[in-house]
Antibody, heavy 120, light 108 residues
Framework: EVQLVESGGGLVRPGGSLRLSCAVS????????MNWVRQAPGKGLEWVAY????????LYADSMRGRVTISRDNAKNSLYVQMNSLRVEDTAVYYC?????????????WGRGTLVTVSS | SYVLTQPPSVSVAPGKTARITCGGN??????VHWFQQKPGQAPVLVIY???ARPSGIPERISGSNSGNTATLTISRVEAGDEADYHC???????????FGGGTKLTVL
């Protein structure tokens, strides 16, 4: 069974940093491209970042570029996102999302998400 | 940047057909994916590549894409279909994944 489990969310002050993790199981992690997607309270989905299977191609949404770093450790079956200079508007549930092989952004499995609250 | 436009809400009576649109400039040349999201849950892929259904998704749910509009159609709507629905594409011009704003489907 495919599982993606996010962790690391919580309350952080504006300007602070947070590192989210996603532990995966049930599939060969090293074969898959991965993404982070977020959803602010009561709002729609917003793509945050993408990383290919070998970490050779990385893409970021404009809203977080320069403040976010996506990474992965295939040996540990884990995906990460480091977020810096956090703003109130970064408050959201952050989802770890698998992209189907060779699919062109077909997001076939999602974690349950971890809530990040940026507030003073 | 590429923009996808969805109606904020759609209402339909049980047993009727719901159509949720996703508008974008020449979206017909892109592959559109649709997600269903129930309150407090993660999104679930219900349609990919415009009209394909993942295993486990009922045939009542279908998709189409042409011109400037993609459409998610839910036939014989049930109370359990009440959810938010999001469309999504890959924009090759900006190298960005783009989501629509989401549509809340209410079953009357």
């Amino acid at each position: 069974e495919v599982q993606l489990v996010e962790s690391g969310g919580g309350l952080v002050r504006p300007g602070g940093s947070l590192r989210l993790s996603c532990a995966v199981s049930g599939f060969t992690f090293s074969n898959y491209e991965m993404n982070w997607v977020r959803q602010a309270p009561g709002k729609g989905l917003e793509w945050v970042a993408y990383i290919d299977s070998r970490s050779s191609r990385i893409l970021y949404a404009d809203s977080m570029r320069g403040r976010v770093t996506i990474s992965r450790d295939n040996a540990k079956n884990s995906l990460y996102v480091q977020m810096n200079s956090l703003r109130v508007e970064d408050t959201a549930v952050y989802y770890c999302v698998r992209e189907a092989e060779g699919s062109g952004s077909k997001f076939d499995y999602w974690g349950r998400g971890t809530l990040v609250t940026v507030s003073s | 940047s590429y923009v996808l436009t969805q109606p904020p809400s759609v209402s339909v009576a049980p047993g009727k057909t719901a159509r949720i649109t996703c508008g974008g400039n020449n979206i017909g040349v892109k592959s559109v994916h649709w997600f269903q999201q129930k309150p407090g849950q993660a999104p679930v892929l219900v349609i990919y590549y415009d009209s394909a259904r993942p295993s486990g998704i009922p045939e009542r749910i279908s998709g189409s894409n042409s011109g400037n509009t993609a459409t998610l159609t839910i036939s014989r709507v049930e109370a359990g279909d009440e959810a938010d629905y999001h469309c999504q594409v890959w924009d090759s011009s900006s190298y960005h994944v783009v989501f629509g704003g989401g549509t809340k489907l209410t079953v009357l």
